[in-house]
């Protein structure tokens, strides 16, 4: 579903990827694959994930078909607002309630501060992503969180990492999950969020791309401490 979400946001951006360097060889915009086709991909990947939405309790069905809302309002976003990434983290976040209602058939406060978490995370991240078209954004009239703050997106990207990492934290607390490995995980997780930070150039769209690119790193940490903390058990 997070593919459909894309091809769904590539669909509606094809006009806007033209004007924009990075994007413009995307394959809608490049006229590689036609509007027809892409409709057609998007239709079987949905088809695909109703057929696993079904499977699982009424509650999760009803919460998986809850998450098309923000994927469908994403791209009308960044024509309007320069917070889509707010939207973008909580379509891209909603696994996260996925996995905790399809175990136990309902929500609680700790997967909540995970998804919040996430979206937090999401919106750092993608920040440092939107630095490599700041000058066509403006051109075109995209909206972002780069384009927002300027220099001082490490900062904010800062506090959106901070967020994250102490809604995770308290999520750890109120599941019962604490234990050396999930700590040291969590703690992995934040030193490579802090480089990232240190790091940042709002003028180098290459490192801009390869910070970015480093948050698959980050969150293979974080899983790696919850993973070896459960086996242990």
């Not at 920040?127 to 904010?156: C, H, K, M, W």
């Not at 790091?199 to 980050?218: E, G, Q, T, Y």
Request: hydrophobic content about 55%.
């Amino acid at each position: 579903m997070r593919g459909a979400g894309s091809t769904w946001n590539d669909i509606l951006d094809r006009n806007l990827d033209k004007q924009v360097e990075r994007t413009k060889l995307r394959p809608l915009a490049s006229g590689a694959v036609s509007v027809r086709n892409a409709a057609l991909f998007l239709s079987a990947q949905c088809f695909i994930g109703l057929a696993v939405l079904v499977q699982f309790n009424a509650f999760t069905i009803k919460l998986g078909l809850a998450s098309i809302i923000p994927v469908l309002i994403y791209p009308f976003m960044k024509r309007i607002t320069n917070y889509p990434q707010i939207v973008l983290g909580a379509a891209f976040a909603w696994g996260g309630l996925m996995g905790w209602s399809a175990v136990f058939g309902s929500l609680h406060l700790a997967p909540v501060l995970m998804y919040l978490a996430a979206i937090l995370w999401t919106i750092g991240y993608d920040t440092i992503y939107a630095l490599q078209d700041v000058e066509d954004d403006s051109l075109v009239g995209i909206g972002s969180t780069a384009r927002a703050y300027g220099a001082n997106v490490p900062r904010f990207v800062a506090l959106c990492y901070l967020g994250a990492i102490w809604l995770i934290f308290g999520a750890i607390i109120i599941s019962h999950s604490t234990g050396w490995f999930t700590l040291l995980g969590l703690l992995a997780f934040a030193l490579h969020l802090v480089w990232q930070v240190r790091a940042i150039k709002v003028d180098d769209p290459h490192l801009a791309l390869k910070l970015f690119r480093s948050n698959r790193l980050a969150g293979l940490l974080l899983f790696a401490g919850f993973f070896v903390q459960v086996i242990r058990l």
